[in-house]
């Protein structure tokens, strides 16, 4: 079983800084991928980046993100920690994000796809104020 719990959320303004946690553990990360979604009220839960490190170290970013967040990954032992620096936050992202995690390889589609992923986080809010 995998234990995933984020932190890091909070309330900023436009064009803040967050970084968000993602701590993982319970099983060896030897071959994973985690990704990172968030979810707005009444929309569906959208794909933001991923990290994979089963076929050497993969990074995946949703367009609307690219240049501005980045994903990165620390790991000890059995537990990993999955980093996600949010730069230059607008409001419409305001939003509940959630980390995830599947054991294996993913094909890219799957990377960015909440189908892909068997194991999720509570979530944690992050609302940016205009």
């Known amino acids: 079983q995998v234990q995933l719990v984020e932190s890091g959320g909070g309330l900023v303004q436009a064009g803040d800084s967050l970084r968000l946690s993602c701590a993982a553990s319970g099983r060896a990360f030897n071959a994973y991928t985690v990704g990172w979604f968030r979810q707005a009220p009444g929309k569906e839960r959208e794909f933001v980046a991923a990290?994979?490190?089963?076929?050497?170290?993969?990074?995946?970013?949703a367009d609307s993100v690219k240049g501005r967040f980045t994903i990165s990954r620390n790991s000890k032992n059995t537990e990993s920690t999955v980093y996600l620096q949010m730069n230059s936050l607008k409001p419409e992202e305001t939003a509940v994000y959630y980390c995830?995690?599947?054991?294996?390889?993913?094909?890219?589609?799957?990377?960015?796809?909440?189908?892909?992923?068997?194991?999720w986080g509570q979530g944690t809010q992050v609302t940016v104020s205009s």
């Open positions: 995830a995690a599947a054991g294996g390889f993913l094909s890219t589609a799957q990377a960015m796809a909440p189908e892909g992923y068997p194991y």
């Open positions: 990290i994979s490190w089963t076929h050497g170290l993969k990074y995946y970013y």
